[in-house]
Structure formats: C-alpha cells, structure tokens
C-alpha cells in the first residue's frame, strides 16, 4: 500500500513553506492495534480532552488531527506513514511515536520536508540529534535513571542487581544506572539482559536471589513483559527477603500494569516524570476534567505525554498563525515553558528535550486505591544522557 508514497518530500517542502491552508493537520502515528493499543488510546484520549477543554482552534485555525497505526517496531513502515501524513494529508506537523527506531525511521523525512516532529515517548538517548525538527514532551531513559540510582543509595542500598529487557533503553538504563550507582559508592550485583519477547522472568530473579542484594532494578517496556516481571519478583520470595523492586519501565504504570496487578504491586518503588497524587492546582484540574470525560479511566504516564504534547502543539500553531513554517514552529518552541500536571517543565532550547522534575513513587493504598503514591521530588531534571 505504500508504493504510492514515492513523491518526492522535497518537492513538498519547497512548495508549502510560509503558507497558509485552510486547516492545520496534525498527525499522530500510535499504536492503535497490538500488544500496546493502549498506549495509542491514552494519547487520543488526551487529545479529544485537550480540545474540548480548548477549542479546535489556535492562530486563527482550524486544526485536525489525522491517526496512522503503527503497533511495533517497523521503522520503514514508520517512514512511509511520516511520508503519508505529509504528502497525501498534508500535515504540518507530525507528532506520536512509541519506539525510538520508527522516530529515527521519520527523522530523515521532517529534515528534508521541515515538518516538526513532536515525540510523544521514544526515549533513546541522542534521538533529538537525528534532525533539527525533533522536539520530545516525555523523557530519556537516563533522566529517570539518575534520580533512582541517588535515591536507592541514599536511602541505605548498597548492592543492586539489574535487569532490564534486551534493547536501547534498557540497555541506556543498565549504564547509566551502574554509572550513578557505583560512582557514590555502590556494587552491582548481577547485569541480566532478557529478550524483549520474554515474559517468565523466575530464572533470573532466582539467580539474583542468590546473590542477596538490597535491591533489584528493573526496566521493562510494558504490558505482559512487565506483569511476567513483577509476577516473578513476587513469587520467588524476593519481597519476603527484604530486597526492594526498584523500577524505571513499565512494571506499575497506572493506566495498564498497575490495574492488573492490584494490592500485588504495593511497595514497588517507580522513577516516573508523573506523581497522580501530587496536590497542584493544574494537576488537580487535569484529574477533575479527565474523570468527567473518562469516568471509570486510570490516568497514566501515557495521558500526560499526549497532554503535554497536544499543548506544545497549540502553541507552535498559535505563534506561526498557522502557517506552515517549521524553523518558526520549532524557534516558538525553543524555550517554551509551562505550568504541567506533571510539575513546571520547559523545552530545553538547545537540545529540544525537556527539563522536567522526576518523582520517586512507592505503590500504596491511597484513599481505598492502590495507587503510585509520590515520596521524593527530583527537581528541574536534564536529559543525563547528554551530561555523560
């Protein structure tokens, strides 16, 4: 089906430069099917929300939001959609991505057609580096990273066994972790790599079991890989041992694994850019909104990054009167700061990424809930991988 994307980006780019249409279209390329739809629906989610709350409009002009389906890893699939959304749809700005290769896949195209992308979650290290046109509302691995190693050492942790799933981020995750940890003085106990398609976890929590540390830190990306971790983690007698599940992943994230998992997950710690139990006002509005809207929904980080997203986006659209100018679009967003449900977060106006405060979660029950429940503040956190 996508023979028919051939033309040329170039060609495009010359001609709608400094214009205006009749409508802005924004294209978000989630998961709409698969293993991690859900993903793809909280982003929608908080789309429709943001726009009910703020009309379809900004810089006096309709704006239209066109989804592609993109369930896995597939980046020449991920290009062709970056090609369609642009070519055929006539976006201007393309926004979404779950998987760091499918926006490194897209990178070549918003280069060549000066159509900003805004990375809803992709969260590999240099990734921005790729094109002048990347923009990210949601984290680098290491900026979560960090924090939890300062935090496990800080709080009497001494030895920690990694383990995280067998591709970019967890492996971003196993350096940068042993880097903080053993720099302030901690041991690494045991560095397991699993495959991403691995859901039984009980061997290698066996083997770390044996090793007797404080603390075992974890990244997985999610969904069954996550619950097969946590599961293991339980049932090897781990927790009754005294040692700590520390995690920086997908294992307790509210709008997928932690409904699952229940009372099972409590006292899981998380690093996380989002605390639902944080007291601020605009965190407060977001929830009252969310739940009148979504009766019923768990809000998770996902929700957030669309929300924080779909912002960013209205504001480039408001600054450039909705012309299609993606040097102008990404100079308004150089800089840009706001008041978050997340917390004060700014687009950092030399590396695109976001500075944002980083919180420290243990699984409690709240008000009759089990609920991530915020226990320690990381405040105005930079992309660390930048800072190795």
Known sequence: MFHLLRASVTTLAIAVVSTVQAEVVVGVISPLTGQFARTGETWKESIELYVKLNGDSAGGEKIRFVYKDLADVNPAKARAL??????????????????????????????????????FNAAGVGLLDRSPYLLRVSYTQPQLTVPMAIYAIDNG?????????????????????????????????????????????????????????????????????????????????LEALGIKLLTVGGEVDEASTLKTLGKTALGIYSSSLYNPTGAS?????????????????????????????????????????????????????????????????????????????????RVAEVAGTVANEGIKVFEKQPDWGRQE
């Open 281 to 361: 006002a605009e965190n407060k509005a977001f929830r009252a909104a969310f739940a009148k809207q979504y009766p019923g929904v768990e809000i998770g980080v996902t929700h957030i990054e669309g929300w924080d997203g779909v912002h960013l986006i209205y504001h480039m659209i408001e600054v450039t009167k909705g012309a299609k100018d993606g040097d102008k679009a990404v100079q308004a967003a150089k800089g840009f700061a706001w008041k978050s449900p997340r917390g004060n977060v700014q687009i950092d106006a030399k590396s695109r990424d976001l500075i944002q405060d980083i919180h420290i979660r």
């Open 82 to 119: 970056v090609q369609e959304l642009i070519v055929k749809d006539k976006a201007q700005i393309v926004a979404g991505f779950l998987y760091t290769p499918n926006a490194i896949a897209g990178a070549p195209i918003a280069t060549e057609a000066k159509v900003p992308l805004v990375i």
């Open 157 to 237: 942790m001494k030895k920690v066994a990694t383990v995280v799933s067998d591709y970019g981020s967890g492996t971003d995750v196993e350096r940068t972790f042993e880097k903080q940890f053993v720099a302030k003085g901690g041991q690494i106990t045991n560095k397991i790599r699993v495959p991403l398609d691995n859901f039984d976890f009980s061997p290698f929590m066996q083997t770390i079991k044996a090793s007797k540390p404080d603390a075992v830190l974890s990244f997985t990306p999610g969904g069954v890989v996550s619950l097969g971790l946590v599961k293991a983690y339980k049932e090897t007698g």
